[in-house]
């Protein structure tokens, strides 16, 4: 039973436009939520975070939408760059800390 | 930057070897973790520690063991490695001090087993 669900396996869009990242959860409990980037052979690499009790936070290029009557996520770039190009984990801090992670989208941005 | 090593970063081995999958990090976390990754699945968690002497079983059942003797170090030791085993381990450790208790992980080690 998956927790949290990113449905998008992959999602390509053109430099300069915005990519929009989704992720899905089905445990309410869960008080905060973090997107990560990931390379192929590195470890994840945080990039932004929002707490329950809010709905949106923006941190550069990167604006997180959370939307908890639906339990719908959201990961906004804009503009996009090539280098944004990699795997986008979604993940959701349950009880103890510990995080319950979606299996990714691979992002890629054409030039 | 989070400062977080892992050694090996690629291992290829036979079948009935014992490994230790090294994990240390230097930004003073009491919490650390390994997850297991499979190509185009979710990150599981296998061990977790909330400091020194502390080590829990995570979500995804493993053959694997960890030890936490030192706040910087967590090793992670597979005493008969199978294929099965075959997978990215990834490390990551945490502050428990701080509000959001973002977790950073290393560069991960790619298991392979023959």
């Known amino acids: 039973d998956q927790q949290v669900k990113q449905n998008s396996p992959s999602l390509s869009v053109q430099e300069g436009r915005i990519s929009i990242l989704n992720c899905d959860y089905t445990n309410s409990m869960f008080d905060y939520f973090l997107w990560y980037k990931k390379y192929p052979a590195e470890g994840p690499t945080f990039l932004i975070s929002i707490s329950s009790i809010k709905d949106k936070n923006e941190d550069g290029r990167f604006t997180v939408f959370l939307n908890k009557s639906a339990k719908h996520l959201s990961l906004h770039i804009v503009p996009s760059q090539p280098g944004d190009s990699a795997v986008y984990f979604c993940a959701a801090r349950g009880s103890n800390y510990k995080l319950t992670f979606g299996k990714g989208t691979l992002l890629t941005v054409n030039p | 930057e989070a400062d977080i090593y892992q050694t090996p970063r690629y291992l290829v081995i036979g079948t009935g070897k014992k490994i230790t999958l090294e994990c240390s990090q230097t930004m003073g976390h009491d919490k650390m973790y390994w997850y297991q990754q499979d190509p185009g699945m979710e990150l599981h968690l296998i061990h977790y520690?909330?400091?020194?002497?502390?080590?829990e079983k995570g979500d995804l059942s493993s053959e694997s063991t960890v030890s936490r003797i030192r706040t910087e170090h967590f090793p992670l030791t597979l005493e008969s490695a199978r294929p099965s085993h075959t997978s990215q381990y990834l490390c990551?450790?945490?502050?428990?001090?701080?509000?959001?208790?973002?977790?950073?992980f290393g560069p991960g080690t790619r298991l392979t087993v023959l």
């Open positions: 520690s909330y400091g020194v002497n502390s080590t």
């Open positions: 990551a450790s945490s502050d428990r001090s701080g509000p959001t208790d973002t977790q950073y």
